[in-house]
T-cell receptor
Framework: AQSVSQHNHHVILSEAASLELGCNYS??????LFWYVQYPGQHLQLLLKYFSGDPLVKGIKGFEAEFIKSKFSFNLRKPSVQWSDTAEYFC??????????FGSGTRLSIRP | DAGVIQSPRHEVTEMGQEVTLRCKPISGHNSLFWYRQTMMRGLELLIY????????DSGMPEDRFSAKMPNASFSTLKIQPSEPRDSAVYFC??????????????FGAGSRLTVL
């Protein structure tokens, strides 16, 4: 069965620190991978996506993620976080059956 | 486009009452998803439709939950009877299959349900 695991439930960082949020999925076929972000009081919105090609994808606001097929991982990174990055981050996987499953989310808190 | 529109934004009801949540997807989108968000379980997929047809409802918690999509511009999620453990934010999202960006979901603002 298709599933997504996000290892960190709550991450607290100081401004300018580097960020890496883990995401692992289980599905044997071709997948499309996503990171969505939910800022306080707002809709979920797309941060970045991987469909094919270069496994290192860049998204909005300086975020990037790397697809490592052998590890079934799609970790999210940002070299230097800002207070405005405070939000909840969701990893998602789409299988060939068009089903889009989300991880449980990681809450990111940034200390000013 | 006004985006994905959900109603009501907030609903407070008593245990045992029927709850109906509504969603209008983006015009032209032909896939629609219902998700439930709670602190404990995160974002769970309840059901999704392609071209108004339910494809996978394995995430629907139990028979008290039902969803319909009578046409391309409207879907409902119904809970009857409601229970306190149904309290959550329910999100609707849509996308357009068959194009390059088909897998990118556009979410509505959510319906926050509180069952007392």
């Amino acid at each position: 069965a298709q599933s997504v695991s996000q290892h960190n439930h709550h991450v607290i960082l100081s401004e300018a620190a580097s960020l890496e949020l883990g995401c692992n999925y289980s599905y044997g076929g071709t997948v499309n991978l996503f990171w969505y972000v939910q800022y306080p009081g707002q809709h979920l919105q797309l941060l970045l996506k991987y469909f094919s090609g270069d496994p290192l994808v860049k998204g909005i606001k300086g975020f990037e993620a790397e697809f490592i097929k052998s590890k079934f991982s799609f970790n999210l990174r940002k070299p230097s976080v800002q207070w405005s990055d405070t939000a909840e981050y969701f990893c998602a996987v789409r299988s060939s059956a068009s089903k889009i499953i989300f991880g449980s989310g990681t809450r990111l808190s940034i200390r000013p | 486009d006004a985006g994905v529109i959900q109603s009501p934004r907030h609903e407070v009801t008593e245990m045992g009452q029927e709850v109906t949540l509504r969603c209008k997807p983006i015009s032209g989108h032909n896939s629609l998803f219902w998700y439930r968000q709670t602190m404990m379980r995160g974002l769970e997929l309840l059901i999704y439709f392609n071209n108004n047809v339910p494809i996978d409802d394995s995430g629907m918690p139990e028979d008290r939950f039902s969803a319909k999509m009578p046409n391309a511009s409207f879907s409902t999620l119904k809970i009857q009877p409601s229970e306190p453990r149904d309290s959550a934010v329910y999100f609707c999202a849509s996308t357009q299959r068959g194009v390059a960006e088909a897998n990118v979901l556009t979410f509505g603002a959510g319906s926050r349900l509180t069952v007392l």
